[in-house]
């Protein structure tokens, strides 16, 4: 009743019946691998609300940040203890759903023509998360992201020509830690990364609607799929719910990021076998495999942190950036895609991301060197050298092993739509009823 | 009726978990409650979308494919010849001008390197007590810091007790040596000793140091030795610096040779 009145109020001044007609008897493809990218979506929003909640009881003055954070730590207010588990928690899973969903689209070729600028968002969306979830776990200053901050503040310093200069705007001084380092940091996490990961995802879902959702349907001219109201609206509210339960599952069994007990930042002090969040844990495993080698050049040093560092998560970065136009040229296919490709259906496709998760799971091991060797009783630098070698060979043998798995997965389901197995045909016989003839081996 | 049990769930969830963070109970209480919330309307959401059984094969035509019209500029004036290169170029020139704001973001450019040691300044421990020579045993490790310092970033230092006669070309007080606590490879505090092999090991990347040999790299990516801090001993018997450390201290940089 009250809803039908604000709606008449509504459309009486703007005319916007219409609109909200066409949006809610819109028709999307239905496919469980497409509410992949909705996870991270009610993740972010979870980590908004939490977040909000947050920079009123968080201070991020320098002297004040540990103390504050402690007291979201402290299970005698658990308010504040829920929203920071959930707020923490939720990051971990926005990063991870991000990277489910885009390994989707890229394996069905959701990235094909016409979407290629929706995939540049979105690897752009990526780093964007990865960065503000390491700007929000170094705020509460404990000695764990202090030191990560350290080795961060290493691989701005290792930058040619520029180092000093990026480092000394991100410490806002000339040393480490700068005296402006943590209200940087809280700025960049709590204000630009969060609006523009914000204006980005309204794009992103904007182009989803205005460009229409990509489906499996092998009916290219038309979207084959399910009204938005009521039947889509009910299941996404499922998947809301579902990922809210989760988070306070987490929140409820496993503590995260338990800072009471790391301790306040000092440049002196640091944990054995201490390990960032899942999503850096790459680049900490980089540095680890990394070679100590110091180039010079013209006389200047540049540290061996400049490579793993920054170099490598740079370089992936852009060539997953740019892959829809690196496919195109490979393949030479500059047609328009609305129907989605079968996992199997580019064996190149599949050689190249099976090479990259390869070397991003071997880096992310890599990450926990230390603690592996000692499980396994080996000595640490020979697990290393396993670990250079595998980073070389594994991602080609993984890459070429996926891609002819592949080939020949494509060419079983190539003749198997030819030849379809459960065909059969069916014969008159001489009273006048009909008989079914085995299928002829094709 | 199952959408009923599932939004009755939702709504004890939701008022539980009200009154638990009323009552000040535990976290685990007050989450708990809000996994039977969600669970609830994820639960009610998901059987109501099965019992529409709506169709899932609707069918929405697509939009036109390809270029729409060649140009959608109505008067090309402005992007012509010389005219149209001049707009870039004055677009290029706002462009060199952001470098400076951007430039004078690096408040104080370059790179302190405050370690606070001289010749003569006492060793002292985190709560800037004087380091007597019986100090450690053979094996011992302490952090030290030069006197009144103990907050300077290039200040840390390892102090380690050594059988002299095991030391390799260094004349060292009582076995007494000293290296910088910052790692040359990311920064990390160097700060574990292993004293049967001598060597120290950063927790971080696992860089390790041969303490009898001037803190010699012995394996992973740290690319130069820790700096070593020369070591006497005053009047009073307490430990002393008799200089700063012999290289700088932390990371190289592009501007800063090793």
Redesign the interface.
């Known amino acids: 009743m009250i809803v039908r009145r604000v709606v008449g109020w509504l459309d009486e001044r703007l005319g916007t019946n219409a609109g909200a007609r066409y949006l809610l008897a819109?028709?999307y493809p239905?496919h469980w691998a497409f509410y992949l990218g909705e996870f991270a979506l009610y993740f972010f929003l979870t980590l908004v609300a939490t977040g909000i909640w947050l920079t009123f009881a968080f201070d991020p003055a320098p002297a004040n940040a540990y103390g504050s954070a402690l007291e979201l730590a402290n299970?005698?207010h658990?308010?504040g203890?829920?929203i920071r588990?959930?707020h923490h928690w939720a990051a971990i899973c926005f990063v991870a759903a991000i990277v489910v969903h885009l390994g989707r689209i890229f394996f069905t070729g959701a990235f094909r023509k016409?979407r290629e600028l929706n995939w540049m968002i979105g690897m752009t969306m990526l780093a964007l998360a990865s960065f503000t979830g390491f700007t929000g776990y170094s705020l509460p200053n404990d000695s764990l992201s202090g030191?990560g901050l350290?080795?961060a503040?290493?691989?701005a310093?290792?930058?040619?020509?520029?180092?000093?200069?990026a480092?000394?705007?991100l410490n806002?001084?000339?040393?480490?830690?700068g005296a402006l380092l943590i209200s940087h940091l809280y700025v960049l996490h709590v204000y630009y990364l969060p609006v523009t990961i914000g204006a980005l995802l309204a794009l992103h879902l904007g182009l989803v609607i205005y460009?229409?959702h990509t489906q499996f349907a092998r009916?290219?001219?038309?979207?084959?799929?399910?009204?938005f109201w009521?039947?889509y609206a009910?299941?996404t509210?499922?998947?809301?719910?579902?990922?809210?339960?989760v988070l306070?599952?987490l929140?409820?069994?496993v503590e995260i990021n338990p800072i009471e007990s790391y301790g306040p930042y000092k440049?002196?002090?640091?944990?054995?076998?201490?390990v960032p969040d899942w999503y850096t844990a790459f680049l900490?495993g980089a540095?680890?495999?990394?070679?100590?080698?110091?180039i010079t050049l013209f006389?200047?040093?540049?540290?061996?942190?400049f490579w793993p560092?920054l170099v490598l998560p740079t370089v992936t970065f852009l060539f997953l950036l740019v892959w829809p136009f690196v496919e195109q040229r490979l393949t030479r296919d500059t047609a328009?895609h609305?129907v989605l490709d079968a996992p199997t259906q580019l064996p190149l496709r599949v050689g190249v991301g099976a090479a990259l998760i390869f070397d991003g799971v071997l880096l992310t091991l890599a990450a926990a060197?230390?603690q592996t060797s000692a499980a396994l009783h080996l000595r640490?630098?020979t697990l290393?050298w396993v670990y250079r070698v595998l980073l070389i060979v594994g991602p080609l043998v993984a890459g070429f092993l996926a891609a002819h798995i592949a080939a020949e997965m494509r060419a079983r389901i190539h003749e198997s739509a030819v030849y379809p197995s459960d065909a059969t045909t069916i014969v008159r016989n001489a009273q006048g009823g009909f008989d079914e003839e085995e299928p002829q081996p094709a | 009726m199952r959408v009923a049990v599932f939004l009755a769930l939702t709504i004890a969830g939701a008022l539980g978990a009200t009154v638990?963070?009323a009552l000040?109970?535990?976290?685990?209480?007050?989450?708990?409650a809000?996994?039977v919330a969600?669970?609830?309307?994820?639960?009610?959401?998901?059987s109501?979308?099965i019992a529409?059984h709506?169709?899932?094969?609707?069918?929405?035509?697509?939009?036109a494919?390809?270029p729409s019209i060649t140009s959608p500029v109505p008067n090309e004036a402005l992007s012509r010849g010389t005219f149209g290169r001049m707009w870039l170029a004055a677009l290029g020139a706002f462009a060199v001008l952001g470098f400076v704001p951007l430039?004078s973001?690096?408040?104080?450019?370059?790179?302190?390197a405050?370690t606070g040691w001289r010749a003569g300044v006492r060793l002292v421990d985190?709560q800037n007590q004087p380091i007597a020579r019986d100090r450690l045993a053979n094996g011992g490790i302490e952090?030290v810091f030069p006197q009144d310092g103990v907050e300077l970033?290039?200040a840390?230092a390892v102090l380690i007790r050594v059988e002299p006669d095991l030391l390799r070309g260094n004349a060292a007080p009582d076995g007494y040596v000293a290296y910088s606590?910052?790692c040359t490879?990311?920064?990390?505090?160097v700060?574990?000793y292993r004293h049967r092999s001598h060597e120290l090991y950063c927790?971080?990347?696992?860089?390790r140091f041969d303490v009898l040999d001037g803190a010699k790299?012995l394996?992973?990516?740290?690319?130069?030795p820790l700096p070593k801090l020369a070591l006497a001993l005053d009047a009073d018997g307490y430990l002393v610096a008799s200089g700063d450390f012999d290289a700088p201290v932390?990371?190289?940089?592009?501007?800063?040779?090793?």
């Open positions: 819109k028709i239905d299970r005698a658990p308010i203890y829920v588990q959930v016409p030191t350290r080795i503040d290493s691989v310093l290792s930058i040619p020509f520029v180092g000093r200069w480092a000394s705007v806002g001084d000339d040393a480490f830690p460009q229409k009916a290219p001219r038309v979207v084959v799929g399910r009204r009521p039947d009910l299941r509210l499922a998947v809301f719910g579902a990922t809210l339960a306070a599952l929140a409820t069994f440049p002196w002090i640091v944990t054995n076998g201490a900490e540095l680890r495999l990394g070679p100590p080698t110091e006389g200047h040093p540049i540290p061996p942190v560092g328009w609305d060197d230390d640490l630098e290393v | 638990a963070s000040g109970a535990d976290p685990a209480i007050l989450s708990g809000l996994v969600f669970f609830g309307l994820a639960g009610a959401a998901g109501a979308a529409l709506a169709p899932d094969n609707l069918e929405e035509p697509r939009h494919r390809g430039i973001l690096a408040r104080k450019p370059g790179r302190r405050a985190a952090t970033p290039d840390p606590k910052i490879h990311a920064g990390c505090p700060a574990l927790p971080c990347h696992q860089s790299n394996s992973g990516p740290a690319p130069r932390g990371p190289d940089d592009w501007d800063r040779r090793p």
